[in-house]
C-alpha cells in the first residue's frame, strides 16, 4: 500500500471553512520555526546575526519551501 501524496491538492476543511494545501504547510512550518527560533535564543546564536527581524523572515522562507518539498515528494 503506497502511501498517500500531496500532489493532489484538495482544499481542507477546517470548522466550515476551506482552506489552500499551503495553509498546512505554513502552520507546519510555524511550529518549526518557534521551536527553531526559540533553540538559536536559547543557545545564543542570534548574537551573531546582524539584522533579527530579516534573519527570522529568511528562515521561516526556507522552512515553508522546506516543508512544501517534502510534502510534495511524500514521505519514503
Known amino acids: 500500500m503506497d502511501l498517500p501524496s500531496f500532489s493532489v491538492r484538495h482544499s481542507v476543511e477546517f470548522l466550515g471553512f ?3 494545501p499551503l495553509a498546512l ?5 510555524v ?4 521551536i527553531l ?3 538559536l535564543a536559547r543557545l545564543g ?7 533579527r527581524p ?3 523572515l529568511a528562515l521561516y522562507v526556507l522552512l ?3 516543508v512544501v518539498f517534502l510534502g510534495d515528494r511524500g514521505w519514503p
Open 64 to 66: 515553508l519551501g522546506g
Open 45 to 51: 546564536l542570534y548574537h551573531f546575526v546582524w539584522h
Open 54 to 56: 530579516l534573519f527570522n
Open 31 to 34: 511550529v518549526l520555526f518557534i
Open 18 to 20: 476551506y482552506l489552500p
Open 25 to 29: 504547510c505554513a502552520g507546519g512550518a
Open 37 to 39: 527560533r526559540w533553540l
